[in-house]
């Protein structure tokens, strides 16, 4: 052994950890991850990427309507057309980029919502944590879809009141899991440091406490952008979500709902309002097991060998 | 007396059962362990011998990382999660426990060999009753029936004077206290009369007037039973009074093993003997009519009711360093929660430099809190796990002296390099560090606000002897440097021994006497201060029986 008998405070005993970048580290975690979370990264890579080219890769336009209505499939409309003539391969293509952006934005906003208030609650306490916690309990006394479907009769379904809306009812969801992990954040003595050094509630708020609550946080992000896409979905499907001629896999099934009553006759076009339905449940399935494993690593069950 | 009877039989069958004093009991030979962390496996233990004879009580210390507990679990053949034996020989009276299988060893575990874990209060299930869980292994390996293990428990707690020996079992782990918890955990090892008995640190969680009964307990119930026990610490007088040889650890190696009392007067290695010379630390006394901070009549409470200070007076000179003492709950930490406007008083005022400061935080200016800087007990929590010590450090420089870019970091390595880290240090995050390095860390983020009084909360009291040595020069060093005065709150007396010009004795939210250290530590004390004082464990082996027939 090299090492000295005489005490240093750089030779102390605590550095086992060896250095890695953290794309090192991101690259290890994934060679570990399992194939159910491996699924879950390829189908979501696969959708954003349709999500993000969707112009490129549709063969005909978003609301391009040809002679034929509910057109069978063949060589020029892989999946036939829909009830007014409507390629709905295309409109399936199209409806990616709007469902998940739609999602997408509304999970955003309904996070800096909840998560902006549900850490200052966290950190002041005293009044403003009471005022809000109970009207969040208020907010959610009342069964969302019903309040969101009432909210988007008076103010109109386009979709900036879609986004506001869901955003709105979700944070309140946000604000509650953001609370109560910030709150066993808020009394270690690093987060009393910074308020003896005098610093102000957003560095507490940004700085101290959010990079602490960050894996649970990321995992309920993936939940309710789930959960968002699917709500999104069924007002689509009760014709208060995302309005024609936007593609969107929810009212794709309404349209198309009729069809399946064909199924004995052509089994394609039975098929029809299936495809878009599929289309959300692999998505949603595929965040969950992303979230799952994802959960499962940062919680610290995982410690055996 | 029916009790005293009763032991008398049970010990003199145990030895005629499991053989003599002085058989070799636990064997262990160039046992390697290694433990897995951050994808690869590390070497923790490298080839430690250890033979322990019946009846023998044996020291093992070393500072933490040492692998010291790795060792004494070894001992009964087991190997935490994510560790494992990798090679060598453990024979415990002729068995094989390297090649015995889980079941041999579970006979074993609790009958033969017990374990008193550090954290009495996380170890016992809260759900069930004390007698309960002390007899639950003896009963269930058919040593004797549920009654009588019931009746010998009982004697156990008459012997480790825990209170109303009688019906304390029937109290749950939150009825009773700290020490008395620890007291329990040493009845349940008890309870079973094992051959070898692990002590896993199991004071260092208590207060040093509380240690005293526990160390006395274990003791005299170790003596009785003619137990074998391995007394894992980093305390050295503790170990010094329980042990019969002691076995130093450095980096998962032997450094030496001797006789206790031939090891505290005449160490080999250089190793060893830096970590005696921790406890002859000692600062000459300074007084100063130039007084910084003043507390002056505060009462305190928390949540307007419960009072917790009482009339509360402390005058700090500039430059020097006051000492805070008293068990825990005396209103040490609450004190310096006043002076920082964590928690504002009810009546009485705090000054500095002669003037009032506002009572709460919110009130008071930027540079009012930049001129006092508090460092906590616990490193860890203290310091934000995702932030680069360069960011910990940074934070003070950019928001006091509004400092950016090359002047930023030259000023962080400049204080890297008076807390004695180098470079590599910049951006390491926390857990990367050991527990001396993180509280080093936690001094320079308050020297980088340049502060006129700094706060110490505990700082050394989670920490090693031979790093709190360290610790606490570093302070020395600064003070003589910098000229900044110290609140040292503390609980140990050695600390405040080497720290200190002033002493402040506090007892139940209430200030006993402050003074200058000697006048404090020689006679006549208070009741109290005294009490505390002869509490501390000392480096000499007959302190703790001295200190037994005193109270006689």
């Known amino acids: 052994m090299s090492q000295s008998n005489a005490y240093s405070a750089t030779a102390e005993v605590g550095q086992l950890r060896e250095r890695r970048s953290r794309w090192e580290t991101i690259k290890l975690e994934l060679r570990k991850a399992p194939i159910s979370a491996w699924f879950g990264f390829i189908v979501i890579g696969c959708y954003l990427f349709v999500a993000l080219f969707s112009p490129l890769l549709a063969p005909h336009g978003e609301a391009e309507i040809f002679k034929t209505p509910f057109a069978p499939w063949d060589a020029k409309h892989i999946l036939g057309t829909d009830q007014i003539g409507r390629d709905v391969f295309s409109r399936l293509i199209y409806g990616a980029t709007n469902t998940i952006g739609i999602a997408l934005a509304t999970t955003l906003l309904s996070f800096l919502i909840g998560g902006g208030l549900g850490l200052a609650a966290a950190i002041t306490g005293g009044w403003l944590d009471q005022l809000l916690s109970r009207f969040v309990d208020v907010l959610m006394a009342i069964p969302s879809l019903i309040f969101a479907l009432m909210l988007l009769t008076i103010f109109g379904s386009s979709i900036f009141s879609l986004i506001c809306i869901i955003a709105v009812l979700d944070s309140t969801r946000v604000f509650r899991l953001t609370r109560s992990v910030a709150i066993n954040v808020t009394v270690m003595d690093y987060v009393e440091a910074a308020k003896l050094r005098g610093e102000k509630l957003g560095w507490i708020m940004r700085r101290e406490i959010l990079p602490n609550i960050m894996p649970p946080l990321i995992a309920e992000f993936g939940l309710r952008f789930s959960f968002v896409f699917l709500t999104i979905a069924a007002l689509s499907f009760l014709g208060l979500g995302i309005q024609p001629p936007t593609a969107d896999w929810g009212s794709m099934v309404r349209d198309n709902a009729s069809m399946i009553q064909f199924a004995k006759y052509d089994i394609t076009a039975a098929m029809t309002p299936m495809i878009p339905a599929a289309a959300i449940a692999l998505l949603t399935v595929a965040v969950n097991f992303v979230v799952d494993w994802f959960l499962h690593k940062t919680s610290g069950l995982n410690d055996e060998h | ?552």
């Open chain 2, 1 to 552: 007396m029916m009790s005293t009877d009763n032991n008398d039989t049970k010990n003199t069958d145990s030895t005629d059962e499991n053989g003599q004093k002085g058989d070799i009991l636990l064997e262990m030979r160039d046992v390697h362990i290694d433990g897995f962390s951050d994808e690869k496996w590390h070497h923790i233990v490298k080839g430690v011998d250890l033979t322990l004879r019946r009846g023998e009580v044996m020291g093992l210390i070393g500072e933490s990382g040492a692998g010291k507990s790795t060792l004494g679990l070894a001992a009964m053949g087991f190997a935490q999660p994510g560790c494992k034996i990798v090679s060598g020989t453990i024979k415990f009276d002729g068995m094989e426990l390297t090649k015995a299988s889980e079941n041999e060893k579970r006979a074993l575990w609790g009958s033969r060999i017990a374990y008193v874990a550090q954290s009495a209060a996380a170890s016992f299930n809260p759900a069930h009753r004390l007698i309960d869980q002390t007899v639950e292994s003896t009963v269930n390996s058919g040593i004797r029936s549920l009654e009588e293990a019931q009746a010998d428990a009982r004697t156990l707690y008459a012997s480790l004077q825990l209170p109303d020996a009688e019906n304390i079992g029937d109290r749950y782990p939150h009825q009773v206290s700290g020490g008395q918890l620890q007291r329990m955990m040493t009845a349940m090892a008890m309870s079973s009369r094992p051959d070898l008995i692990i002590f896993d640190e199991p004071t260092t969680a208590l207060d040093v007037t509380t240690q005293v009964e526990v160390l006395v307990a274990m003791r005299d119930i170790v003596e009785r039973f003619n137990t074998a026990a391995i007394y894992i610490t980093h305390d050295l007088a503790v170990v010094a009074q329980m042990a019969d040889f002691i076995k130093v650890l450095r980096y998962g190696n032997e450094v030496e093993e001797a006789e206790t009392r031939q090891m505290l007067t005449s160490p080999k290695e250089e190793y060893t003997k830096s970590l005696w010379s921790v406890r002859a630390l000692t600062k000459p006394e300074e007084t100063s009519d130039d007084v910084v901070i003043e507390i002056k009549n505060v009462d305190a409470a928390y949540g307007g009711s419960v009072k917790v200070l009482h009339d509360i007076n402390i005058k700090l000179p500039r430059g020097r360093t006051v000492a805070v003492v008293g068990e825990s709950g005396s209103g040490k930490s609450t004190t310096a929660r006043v002076i920082t406007g964590l928690l504002p008083p009810m009546t009485g005022e705090v000054l500095f430099n002669g003037e009032v400061l506002p009572k709460a935080l919110k009130d008071r200016s930027k540079d009012q809190l930049q001129r006092i800087q508090m460092i906590y007990q616990m490193a860890d929590t203290a310091m934000n796990p995702r932030h680069t010590i360069a960011e910990i450090i940074g934070r003070p420089l950019e928001f006091y002296h509004d400092l950016s870019g090359k002047a930023k970091q030259d000023r962080i390595l400049e204080l890297l390099h008076l807390i004695e880290l180098d470079q590599t240090f910049y951006d390491r995050i926390p857990s990367e560090l050991s527990g001396g390095q993180k509280q080093r860390v936690c001094i320079a983020r308050a020297l980088a606000a340049e502060p006129d009084v700094i706060i110490c909360d505990e700082v050394t009291s989670a920490l090693d002897q031979i790093v709190q040595e360290g610790i606490l020069q570093l302070l020395l060093r600064l003070q003589r440097e910098l000229g900044i005065s110290y609140l040292f709150i503390t609980h140990d007396i050695a600390t405040v021994q080497a720290i200190s010009d002033e002493i402040v004795v506090m007892y139940q939210g209430a200030v006993v006497e402050q003074g200058l250290k000697s006048e404090i530590m020689s006679p006549p004390y208070p009741e109290y201060t005294q009490l505390l004082l002869k509490s501390v464990p000392e480096m000499d082996p007959d302190w703790l029986t001295n200190l037994v027939d005193d109270r006689l």
